[in-house]
Every structure is written in C-alpha cells, then in structure tokens.
C-alpha cells in the first residue's frame, strides 16, 4: 500500500512537472507553422489566379488575419477545451482524424517494440554472461550494423525478400487486404478486433500484414535496447551481492533471471522510453514504406500540403503520448525497484 | 610533432576496426571530394533504351528506371549527402559549443532557462521537427541542413555544457582568471579547446545520425528535388520497382548509406574508447 502512495504521489508530480514542456512544445509549433513562409489561405484558394477577395475571405474564416498573440490564445483556449481544429485536406475534425489513425499507429509501434524486447533482451543477457565471447561479438556486430542500415532501406529489403523473393508475405500495403472485410470498429486495434468477433481467419491475416513492418520497427530499436541489457547486467553481475549469491551456493540461472535481471533492468526500462519516442518519429518512414493508415502518413500529408492544424494536432498528440510513456516508465520503475520509490 | 605521430600509430595498431573505419571515413570523403571527376557515367544522363538493366560489367550498380548508370549516380550523391551532413553538424557544433560553454561557465538562470529549453526540443520527436522545418522553410537544400542542424544542436549544448560545468573552477581556470582574462576570453581560448576532443567523438558519431535524417527526409520528398543524385531520393525511387523485382534500385543506394554510417559510427565508437576508457561497453 505505501508502495502504490509513493508511486502515485512520484507519478503526480511527474505529471505537474511536465505540463511547461507540454505547454512549450504547444506554442513552439504554433510559432513554427504560423511566422514561417507559407500561405495555406492562399494554396486552398480555388486556383493559382485566385482572386485578392478570395483569398481574404479565407484568411477571415481561418482566423489569419488576426494578430499573432490573438491567434495563439485562441489556439490555447481550443486546446484546452478539446478543439484541434479541422484539417482542411480531408475537411474533419483533427481530433478525429487523429483518433481514427492513432490505433494503427500505436499496434505498429507496440507490437515493434515487444518484438524487439523479445530479441534484445536474450542477446543482451547471452552476451553479458560471457563478454568477449564469439556470442558477445555477435551481438555487437548485429547492433552495429542495426543502427547504421535506415529503416526505409530495411523495410523495402523485407518486401523484397519475403513478398517478391519467398512469396511468403502478403502485399505490403495497408493493414488489411483490400478485398478482406475489416473487422467492426470497437478499439481499433485490428487485432483485438478480430479476437473480440471471434475471427481468426481475419486476425491471421492481419497478423500477417503487420509482421513485416513490426520487423522494420524492431530491427530498428533492437541495438540500444541490447547494447544496454548488457552493459547493464555486466555492471550487475560483478557487484558484491552477486558475489555473495553465488557463495552460499544458488542456482546460477537463479542468481541472473532473479537477482541480477531485476537489479539490472531500471537503465533499460529508460532506454524503453526513449526508443519508444523515436519510434513514434520513425514511425512516419515505415507508415510511407507500408501504405500504413496510421498517424505518421497523415501529418505527412497534411506538411506537404500547409494544413497547418492537422501537424500542429500530431505534434501535440506526439508530445502527449510522450508524456504518458514516461509516466508509465515511473510506474513500473517503482515496481522493478522499490527501492526508487523511498526518498 | 614525430612523437604524436608515433604515438598515433600506436594507437592506431591497437584499434584495428577504428582504424578501419577512419580509413573508409576517408577513402569516402576523397571519393565524395573528386565525384565529379571519376564518375564512370554521366550520373544524370538518362538513355531510356538501357534502363532497368541488372548490375553488369559495364553498369557496376545496374541502371535505374530512365537508363542511368546507379554506380555513377552513387558517387555523385556522395559528395551532396556528405556536404549536407558535414554542413549540419558543423553549424550545430558551432553554435551548440559556444552555447553551452557559456552556459556551464556562468550557470543560474540562464543555465536553468536554456536547460529547460532543451529539455523541451529533445522532448519533441525530433525527425517529426525536422521535417516540419523543412516544409515551413522550403524544399530546398539549405533548408535541409538547417532543420538537421537544429534537431542536432540540443545535444552539443547539453554535452559542452556538462564538460565546461565540471572544468568552470578548474586551477588553470583560476589561473587563466587571475591572469587578467576576461570572461569570454576564458571559454572560448580555454575551455572551448578543452573541450574539443571530447566534442569530436560527438561530431563523429552525430555525423552518421545526420546523413540518415537527411536521407530520411529526402526518401520522404522533402529537401532534395528527384533529377539531383542523393541517397534518399534514390531509395524513394527505386522503392516503387522493389514489388517488380529490381532490386539493385533500391539495395545499392541503402548500401552506400549503411557503409557512410557505419564508418562514422565506428570511429565515433573507437574515439571515445582511445579518449575515455571508462565509457567502453
């Protein structure tokens, strides 16, 4: 019980501290999207020879021709009350463009991270047990070359070697064949979706589109997430009370999974929570890779188009998300090591 | 002079993979340097009646999609994606060391509100960052090494700020103070040098960071126009003949990309173990 109060109390006050940043990554993208070139009154006029009248009765109804200061507390005001504008490109409400993609966006970067915890974390732990080993080196050069190879350019070698070569995977665009009926809409994850009707067929097949970019995604985070797992448990393993373990004589997997891994998961519970921000940013190059209909695409789109709303929407949504992550990472710190949670 | 270079050397036999990576670091550099020169082909000359052949004697790399020659246009990209990396990293550590040295030598609140500040733009997903400064900017070169140079630049003032901060009461600071140096004086004629070999692990590891963004941005169609060689715009078009089996589009330009960025990595790597062994994992 005082652990859950301890945790709960560091999680709020996580939470107040990191209200200015979230407020600072707010008014930075309101700055950037509005005193950087680029007219978006005048790109969704009807045509280049649109006329002055025109385009001022746009920049009326989009709220431009206002005074920035004004703007940005209107902006504010919209934020706080839930409004995020309407994407002029696809003429929705941001909120819910976001909330329709968001699901697709988060099933690709969850299930990239879980795959990569799968492979990371038994490499770290092998190559840690016996550092200088052909397994330690095998795992560094694997490290190595997983951080210099782009995930665009291993996202497409996928496609080649397992849809054109092997033939084994399905066509990689989107997240269901075009012709398969989609599962009806209740989190959004397809599949939990497909699970919830029932459908293992479909739940198959979804599976089986998301696999190849997970694998991008994976590949991608795989070399902090082991590199840390060992420096991390080497650090450990040579600590006293290791010593002490192993001298009156306990099982020498019990000394490494149960000692030594839960003492020497806290730097890689953090790493988790950096990597998994960057994948939120690298998600946009997979999500182009794959056709994927999640986030990243959508604020593509709308960048290249000066739909301002819909980007300064993701921003936010990003930096939110980002926030949330970082709580969870306190959360479960307090969980793998109470001793954090003592002041 | 002939002792450091011995002394070099000695090190240099004891890495032998950093040792390795410098040497493809620079055999890179020259290649990218003297392009226009050695080119085997004419890297934007199409000829529409040899395109899409596989790689040959003729055409190493192949040809791509308009019959030219994807060896030749490798070459050619080198020297725009190494000129923009080098031209990111070089603002960013410009701005970014004086920045925080100045910052970690006077500390208070200014320290505290750059701190903050930085604390923010790295809380951002950075490539997200940059692409959004791209689109606002331009789609142009110079804009693309602005946005890498921005998303780099927490990093240097975090790094030059913490190695200043442990220096700032150092005795030949003391020293350099009771000799009648003013402030400025101090950071940049003895803590900026101080600091550099430290920084240079950081610019050659930021180095391969920054040619993979930039490549991402362009794969994505910001920055670079289509006809000019670059790496990324290479992928993004030879993405579209990966599904008809082409693949030599699309793996060459990823190779030549993974090559630059291990080479900078490695050396990066091998730096920080030559200067502080602590730090090797």
Redesign the interface.
């Known amino acids: 019980m005082a652990l859950l109060h301890s945790i709960g109390r560091r999680v709020g006050k996580r939470l107040v501290a990191s209200l200015p940043a979230l407020l600072g990554v707010v008014v930075f993208t309101f700055l950037l999207m509005r005193v950087l070139p680029g007219d978006p009154a005048a790109f969704f006029a009807s045509g280049p020879n649109a006329g002055q009248e025109e385009i001022d009765e746009l920049r009326r109804q989009l709220g431009l021709d206002r005074p920035i200061p004004e703007q940005l507390v209107r902006y504010l005001y919209d934020i706080a009350t839930g409004h995020l504008g309407r994407s002029i490109t696809t003429g929705q409400p941001v909120v819910r463009d976001l909330a329709d993609r968001l699901p697709a966006s988060l099933e690709l970067s969850l299930c990239g991270l879980a795959l990569a915890l799968v492979l990371a974390l038994p490499l770290g732990i092998a190559a840690a047990l016996r550092p200088g080993s052909p397994v330690d080196h095998g795992v560094r050069f694997l490290c190595t070359l997983g951080v210099c190879v782009p995930t665009f350019v291993s996202g497409l070698l996928l496609i080649y070697a397992f849809y054109v070569v092997a033939g084994i995977a399905p066509d990689p665009t989107g997240r269901i064949d075009i012709f398969a009926a989609p599962p009806p809409d209740i989190t959004g994850f397809l599949l939990i979706d497909f699970l919830l009707v029932g459908d293992l067929a479909g739940w198959r097949a979804a599976a089986a589109q998301l696999l190849l970019p997970a694998i991008t995604m994976a590949l991608f985070v795989l070399a902090p997430l082991a590199r840390m797992t060992r420096a991390s448990l080497m650090a450990v393993l040579g600590s006293d009370f290791i010593r002490t373990a192993r001298s009156i004589g306990l099982a020498s997997w019990r000394v490494v999974m149960v000692y030594a891994l839960r003492n020497a998961l806290l730097p890689v519970l953090t790493i988790v929570g950096i990597v998994f921000s960057t994948m939120l940013g690298a998600n946009v190059l997979v999500e182009k890779v794959f056709s994927w209909p999640g986030i990243g695409s959508y604020a593509l789109d709308a960048l290249v188009a000066s739909d301002y709303a819909p980007v300064q929407g993701f921003v936010l949504l990003i930096a939110a998300i980002f926030v949330v992550v970082n709580l969870t990472i306190d959360v479960l710190y307090g969980i793998a090591d109470p001793r954090v949670s003592i002041e | 002079m002939n002792a450091t270079l011995r002394h070099a050397a000695w090190v240099l036999r004891g890495n032998p993979v950093t040792t390795l990576a410098a040497a493809g670091a620079l055999a890179m550099i020259v290649v990218a340097l003297l392009s226009p020169w050695i080119t085997p082909f004419d890297p934007v000359a199409s000829n529409v009646s040899n395109a899409l052949q596989p790689p040959s004697w003729t055409h190493w790399a192949g040809t791509d999609q308009l019959g030219r020659d994807i060896f030749s246009r490798l070459i050619a990209a080198a020297r725009l994606d190494l000129a923009i990396a080098a031209s990111a990293v070089g603002l960013s550590f410009a701005a970014g060391a004086v920045i925080g040295s100045f910052c970690g030598y006077r500390g208070g609140r200014l320290d505290r509100a750059v701190g903050?500040?930085v604390?923010?733009l790295m809380?951002?997903?950075?490539?997200?960052l940059a692409?959004?400064?791209v689109?606002?900017?331009?789609n142009r070169v110079e804009n693309i090494i602005i946005a890498t140079a921005i998303i780099n630049l927490p990093f240097y003032i975090r790094f030059a700020r913490a190695e200043v901060n442990v220096r700032r009461n150092a005795g030949w600071v003391e020293a350099a103070r009771a000799g009648g140096d003013g402030h400025a004086s101090i950071v940049l004629r003895f803590l900026l040098p101080n600091i550099l070999p430290n920084m240079a692990v950081q610019i050659s590891l930021n180095l391969?960071w920054a040619i993979?963004n930039a490549?991402?941005l362009s794969?994505?169609?910001l920055g670079v126009q289509a006809p000019t060689p670059e790496w990324?715009i290479m992928?993004?078009e030879?993405?579209r003949f990966?599904?008809?089996?082409q693949?030599w589009l699309?793996?060459f330009?990823?190779l030549a990309?993974?090559?630059a960025?291990?080479c900078f990595?490695?050396l990066g790597d091998g730096l920080r173990d030559i200067l502080d062994p602590r730090m090797r994992?």
Do not use: C, H, K, Y
């Open positions: 903050r500040m604390d923010v809380a951002f997903p950075l490539f997200v692409m959004a400064l689109a606002a900017l331009g391969g993979l490549a991402g794969f994505l169609g990324g992928v993004a030879g993405a990966i599904s008809t089996g693949w699309v793996t330009p990823g990309l993974m090559l960025v291990l990595n490695l994992t």
